[in-house]
């Protein structure tokens, strides 16, 4: 069984601009759900060509809609009989059953924001403590094999409910920040490896380093540039998954002119089986 390895704890700041109290957009499937719903219901059809929107409201009544434009009628009727100047009252029904609604417990709206980490921290699974302006302190873990575009949810640190409602929650987007040295390819890391030309040629033993520590890795001999070896299982540790880490091997020229080794490899050419540019044509 695989020992747990500690989950290294660091502090984050996030700003205030990073914070959104705007939800994502709502796809437009909704929409179109909520436009068959209407036209498969007769009652609801009915009630929509009548009210307009209001009728979609919760809470919706027809029979009390009706008895309001009834009473806003005679209203009217009565004002403009007796030389009154009040005139017609702009009222939205949508109004009237939206505050009908809400008497009851609401949630609060759910924050976005994201926050940047080194890819060690995303590999390896890391503890920020983030300061929020307005919300105070919140913890945040993130977890082993974290990738840019993860979202974490903090429980309760979101907009504050109404009438008694729970506070919604923080959303967080975790962004890895790019490393100098290694890219990632989902699970797999990538490396690129230095080599001199007689190791390339000759073959030999590296240590290479890793997020786990260095590792030996053996080059074989006429290991050509570009070459790609691999060092399995060093690469991302995702829940049960862990990927390799890939290895492109770069063949570098000396940059110190040698008279004698230019020489030495002038002989070289006759080591090839077939000429190097055959078939190179356009």
């Known amino acids: 069984m695989r020992s747990a390895r500690p989950i290294a704890s660091?502090?984050?700041?996030?700003?205030?601009?990073?914070?959104?109290?705007?939800?994502?957009?709502?796809?437009?499937?909704?929409?179109?759900?909520?436009?068959?719903?209407?036209?498969?219901?007769?009652?609801?059809?009915?009630?929509?060509?009548?009210?307009?929107?209001?009728?979609?409201?919760?809470?919706?009544?027809?029979?009390?809609?009706?008895?309001?434009?009834?009473?806003?009628?005679s209203r009217q009727r009565r004002t403009s009989g007796f030389g009154?100047?009040?005139g017609p009252i702009d009222f939205d029904l949508s109004d009237l059953f939206q505050r009908q609604?809400?008497?009851?417990?609401?949630?609060?709206?759910?924050?976005?924001?994201?926050?940047d980490i080194d890819l060690r921290q995303a590999l390896e699974g890391s503890e920020l403590t983030a300061e929020l302006p307005n919300h105070g302190t919140v913890h945040v873990r993130i977890p082993r094999g974290a990738d840019t575009g993860d979202t974490l949810r903090v429980r309760g640190k979101g907009s504050p409910g109404q009438n008694g409602g729970p506070s919604g929650d923080l959303?967080?987007?975790?962004?890895?920040?790019?490393?100098?040295?290694?890219q990632r390819e989902g699970l797999d890391l990538r490396l690129t490896l230095p080599l001199?030309?007689?190791?390339?040629?000759?073959?030999t033993s590296i240590n290479v380093p890793t997020f786990d520590g260095s590792v030996v890795l053996k080059v074989p001999s006429q290991t050509r540039q570009h070459a790609t070896l691999r060092l399995r299982g060093k690469g991302v540790e995702r829940k049960?998954?862990?990927?390799?880490?890939?290895?492109?091997?770069?063949?570098?020229?000396?940059?110190?002119?040698?008279?004698?080794?230019?020489?030495?490899?002038?002989?070289?050419?006759?080591?090839?089986?077939t000429p190097i540019r055959e078939g190179l044509a356009l």
């Open 10 to 73: 660091s502090h984050a700041n996030i700003t205030p601009t990073s914070i959104q109290a705007t939800p994502p957009p709502k796809p437009p499937s909704r929409k179109i759900a909520a436009a068959y719903d209407i036209l498969s219901d007769e009652v609801k059809r009915k009630a929509y060509d009548e009210f307009g929107n209001a009728s979609l409201q919760s809470g919706f009544d027809p029979d009390k809609a009706r008895e309001y434009a009834n009473w806003q009628e």
């Open 84 to 86: 009154g100047s009040e």
């Open 101 to 115: 609604a809400s008497r009851g417990p609401l949630r609060g709206r759910d924050l976005y924001t994201s926050i």
């Open 171 to 182: 959303v967080i987007e975790t962004i890895v920040r790019p490393h100098p040295l290694v």
């Open 196 to 203: 001199t030309l007689n190791e390339a040629y000759n073959g």
């Open 240 to 273: 049960d998954q862990r990927g390799d880490m890939l290895i492109d091997i770069d063949v570098r020229m000396p940059d110190i002119a040698d008279g004698a080794f230019a020489e030495a490899l002038s002989a070289s050419d006759k080591l090839y089986a």
